[in-house]
């Protein structure tokens, strides 16, 4: 194997250093593929003393990342039988710091100027190039962040506590709410039913909510999420596009993470739950009544997953057909089959869609919306949207619109 283009390699990848110690003669190797760093002092004589000690950290199983401590300043070092490839200093991302910690450089105020800044993860995709070449046995990225990042201590207290929790629910002979309350919850929004939702949340039991943290408000927010994440998978399984249900996840979970108190972040998850089962009941009625199949061919859905990300813009059929490997007539043909309209009024339908949101929450101007979705005016998108809704855009964000949108 050539190891001098493999060390050059990572060099380049990682703008560092990379050296290869030999445990038996001493002898060591280094390659920088960076002029600033090759003639260095800091680097060859401060710097290099500190790398060669990292030797006794080396792990045959598995690349250790080695956290110096001080502003996220890391080394990385790969066991290979004789050889030992320690690469860096690189900075990590301030939220990476390596559960193997050393104390930091006597010189690390004066190497930071030099320094690449990297994603804990590309180090970690580099160090098992190098590992992966010299072993039978190879090491995934999932097992070297594991090995890296989870300390292990804490998988025996997750243990602990769990026992805990158990013995205190049998003592107070409580328990949490029964899982069948939580699957008629979940099946209503999957069968787009919001009364029935509202009734399983009026639902009488003596067992309590789980506690997901101490703090009340941080709890809430917790539950809140688990609740939104299991409301927008019941969705997509109830017929709403993947897109849709993920994008309406991201707005009310980023909504819980700035609830000011516990009350507030309970009543949004709930409110994400009754719009789920909302969003699927109207599917459903577009497609009379449940009675045909739901996503009964892929492509379809694929098609709407199209559309919906690239509502934006002027969408063709010739466009979404060649995304989607298909001829153009097929794939028009198989959509007014399945979903009884043309794709073309499936666009127009899914934008008007849009541009009610925008009229009810934003202060966009008329002539923004139509730029943004794609519309040639204003008053082409005008004249879509009256024959749509029989109101003009003026007169459907004066019934509608938000106040606090309106008076901007």
Avoid at 13 to 39: A, K, N, P, Q, Y
Wanted: aromatic share 10%; with cysteine.
């Amino acid at each position: 194997m050539n190891d001098t283009y493999l060390m050059q390699y990572v060099s380049r990848r990682l703008h560092t250093i990379v050296r290869r110690f030999f445990r038996s003669d001493e002898g060591w190797t280094r390659v920088c593929e960076r002029l600033d760093l090759t003639d260095n002092p800091f680097f060859t004589d401060k710097e290099e003393p500190y790398a060669k000690d990292l030797l006794n950290f080396a792990e045959p199983d598995c690349p250790p990342l080695i956290a110096t401590g001080e502003a996220s300043v890391s080394y990385g070092l790969v066991h290979c039988g004789e050889a030992v490839f320690v690469v860096g200093p690189v900075i990590l991302a301030s939220d990476s710091a390596s559960r193997h910690k050393l104390p930091p450089l006597s010189v690390t105020a004066d190497l930071l100027p030099f320094l690449y800044r990297c994603k804990a993860f590309d180090m970690i995709t580099e160090l098992l190039l190098i590992h992966n070449l010299f072993h039978n046995d190879t090491c995934s990225a999932h097992e070297t962040a594991d090995y890296n990042y989870l300390d292990h201590s804490i998988t025996i207290e997750v243990h602990r506590e769990f026992t805990d929790i158990v013995f205190q629910y049998q003592e107070k002979t409580s328990n949490h709410n029964p899982y069948d309350q939580e699957v008629r919850e979940v099946g209503s929004i999957r069968s787009g039913d919001p009364e029935q939702l509202k009734k399983s949340w009026e639902e009488d039991y003596i067992g309590e909510l789980g506690v997901l943290a101490d703090d009340p408000l941080r709890n809430n927010q917790n539950l809140g999420i688990v609740l939104v994440t299991l409301a927008s998978r019941a969705a997509i399984e109830g017929g709403i596009m993947p897109e849709t249900a993920f994008s309406l996840s991201d707005s009310y979970i980023r909504k819980l993470e700035k609830a000011r108190t516990p009350e507030t972040a309970y009543q949004l998850a709930r409110q994400a739950e009754y719009q789920y089962a909302l969003l699927v009941k109207e599917e459903r009625e577009k497609k009379a009544g449940g009675a045909r199949a739901l996503a009964a061919d892929s492509r379809i859905s694929q098609c709407k997953d199209y559309i919906f990300a690239h509502l934006h813009g002027k969408i063709t059929t010739a466009e979404i057909a060649k995304a989607l490997y298909m001829n153009p007539n097929y794939l028009s043909g198989l959509f007014k089959k399945e979903e009884g309209i043309t794709i073309g009024q499936y666009i127009l339908q899914e934008k008007i869609k849009l541009v009610k949101n925008m009229l009810i929450y934003s202060h966009y101007s008329y002539i923004e919306i139509a730029n943004y979705l794609g519309f040639c005016s204003q008053s082409h998108l005008g004249e879509k949207f009256k024959k749509a809704t029989g109101i003009t855009l003026h007169q459907y964000r004066e019934k509608y619109g938000v106040k606090e949108f309106l008076a901007k």
